[in-house]
């Protein structure tokens, strides 16, 4: 059987498809396309993958509305029991907001939306996410977003970078992030909610295709490939 993966959209999505161009790219299967008012995921799935956006508009806090909406108590279920998950931009903030990160994703310090592409620092490349990469190594991804600020209490970010669970950190100040979080791992490993957007950076044409390694390396160690 082929790679299984899901994209969620959300009232407010924009960059679902593509999410799904980038999966479908990578692992030669489209992904399936589920909606915020679907009640069930479908059995077997390889990944799911929360887009970024503007879901629900970003009223209250950003991603808040969308964690408490019906696809999301199911999302919650799979990554418990150990399906991967991987939220981008909007979709760490719903990941956050749904209790599967720490800490908060608040207003950038600067108070202005940043659309640029930047330089990343691979902290952790013993993740299924980022096998493909190499400890240390400076990556180029874009991000567009308002409210990426990292936040978290100094024991949550003992513990964050005790047990190796920053995956990214940005290699420049970039929005205010504490200890320039850009992108953390739940502890069992499964979860990864990033701010930056591999599924922007998949091919050279998009002026980086520092991205498609952390799909490569998803698909690969979920089928064996």
Known sequence: MGFRAAVITFPG???????AVAIEKVSGTAPL????????????????????GF???????????????RIMQSVVRAADKGVPVLGVCNGFQV????????????????????????????ENNQSLFTGAYDAGEIVRIPVAHHDGNYF?????????????????RYAEPCNGSRNDIAGILNRAGN????MPHPERAIEPELGSSDGRRLFESAVGALIGA
């Open 95 to 122: 990941l956050t907001e749904a209790g599967l990160l720490p800490g908060a994703l608040m207003r950038n310090a600067g108070q202005n939306f940043i659309c640029r592409t930047v330089s990343l620092t691979v």
């Open 152 to 168: 978290a209490d100094d024991d949550t970010l003992d513990r964050l970078e005790n047990e190796g669970r920053v995956a990214l």
């Open 55 to 69: 879901s629900y508009g970003d009223y209250l806090r950003s991603g808040a509305m969308a964690a408490r909406s």
């Open 13 to 19: 999505s924009n960059c679902d498809r593509d999410m």
């Open 33 to 52: 396309r589920l909606w915020h008012g679907d009640s069930e995921l479908p059995d077997g799935l390889d990944l799911i993958a929360l887009p970024g």
């Open 191 to 194: 979860v990864l909610g990033m």
